[in-house]
Nanobody, 119 residues
Framework: QVQLVESGGGLVQAGGSLRLSCAASGSIFSGYAMAWYRQTPGKQRELVAAITRFATPTYAEPVKGRFTISRDNVKDTVYLQMTSLKPEDTGVYYC?????????????WGQGTQVTVSS
């Protein structure tokens, strides 16, 4: 069982930056692949970025070159550094964990953190 707690969301102007954090507890963090999703009203939750157990990242096309996912296996935390933010990046961002080498489907979810990008 893994508990995930996101933080770092907020209101930012277009072109600004935010760093989201997701602190994990309850199990061996290094044994999990991690990911960030986002959801906006009326849309399905979409995968934004994922990172393998061995810290290899992958990104959705809309965020490539602007977002960076990373993990700290000492602090049991995964991060999402977001730069050059756009209004369409607005949404609730969720952290997810899967007991696997490569992320494919969430076993556990955090409660979400709101990101709002104003134009």
């Amino acid at each position: 069982q893994v508990q995930l707690v996101e933080s770092g969301g907020g209101l930012v102007q277009a072109g600004g930056s935010l760093r989201l954090s997701c602190a994990a507890s309850g199990s061996i963090f290094s044994g999990y692949a991690m990911a960030w999703y986002r959801q906006t009203p009326g849309k399905q939750r979409e995968l934004v970025a994922a990172i393998t157990r061995f810290a290899t990242p992958t990104y959705a096309e809309p965020v490539k070159g602007r977002f960076t996912i990373s993990r700290d296996n000492v602090k049991d935390t995964v991060y999402l550094q977001m730069t050059s933010l756009k209004p369409e990046d607005t949404g609730v961002y969720y952290c997810a964990a899967e007991r696997s080498v490569v992320f494919s489907k969430a076993d556990y979810w955090g409660q979400g953190t709101q990101v709002t990008v104003s134009s």
